[in-house]
């Protein structure tokens, strides 16, 4: 029997309200009152993300950040700072699953090679010509940057990290989310990140296709191939109400004061 998923596709929002949506399907997918669920998604304002334990004061430039109006929060999941463009530059996505979703072990790894495979197939399909990172190529200290150093199971073009992402886990239950780069402001993500050198690190499917493509045919083609790549069926879906009524709340009394954001909550 064909797995049923949902296909959830927002519009763009801040970095509380995005954190948040995330977080309520991943607790709802938990206490079985969501279904597995595949979401896309852009940010409004322009947003650096977070990882959970990242120290804020010492990793991103936040007065470069308030003077461009980039937003900033802290993700529920690990992993290093992303800058999030608009969606002309970004796709972000998420999977809020339990293991049995994927048909896969407890093995953390097992998951992150249960996306890599749909999303590696989704950008050859737009034409990216990428590859799936199996090891870890370097070890030592976890840059600033999340596309300073490509982790297993990440994708690569030529080289350099095209897809970034980061899981968090309770028992069989997980939530994983990601950016792919369509396009980048190099300038602007030098200025955020001064210890960065996006040229040295960066790949996007601009690049590799010639052109940046559009964010709505990226979806489609992405969503596709999880389908293709794993026998599921994405049947498309909004929040529910009370999914929107939790995430409202998670954005307002989480993900939007400045205790989290500090990593003091």
Partial sequence: MTARWRLLVTEPADGAANMAIDETLWRGRRAGTSPPTLRFFAWDPPTVSLGYGQSLDHEVDQAVCRALGVGLVRRPTGGSAIYHD?????LTYSVAA?????????????????????????LRELGARVEIVERRREYGPVPAFCFARTGTYELELNGRKIVGSAQRRHGASFLQHGSMLLDVDVARVAAVFPAADPLASV?????????????????????????????????????????ATEAETLARDKYATDA??????
Avoid: K, M
Wanted: hydrophobic share 45%.
């Fill in 203 to 243: 790949a996007t499917i601009a690049e590799a296709i010639g052109r940046r493509p559009e964010w709505d045919a990226c979806v489609s083609t992405i969503a596709s191939a999880f389908e293709a790549e794993h026998g599921i069926a994405l049947r498309p879906g909004g929040l529910t109400e009370a999914e």
């Fill in 98 to 122: 339990l293991n049995e979703d994927l048909g896969v072990g407890t093995d953390l790894l097992a998951s992150y090679r249960w996306i890599a495979r749909a999303l590696a197939r989704g």
């Fill in 86 to 90: 608009g969606p002309a530059r970004e």
């Fill in 260 to 265: 989290w954001l500090a990593g003091f909550a």
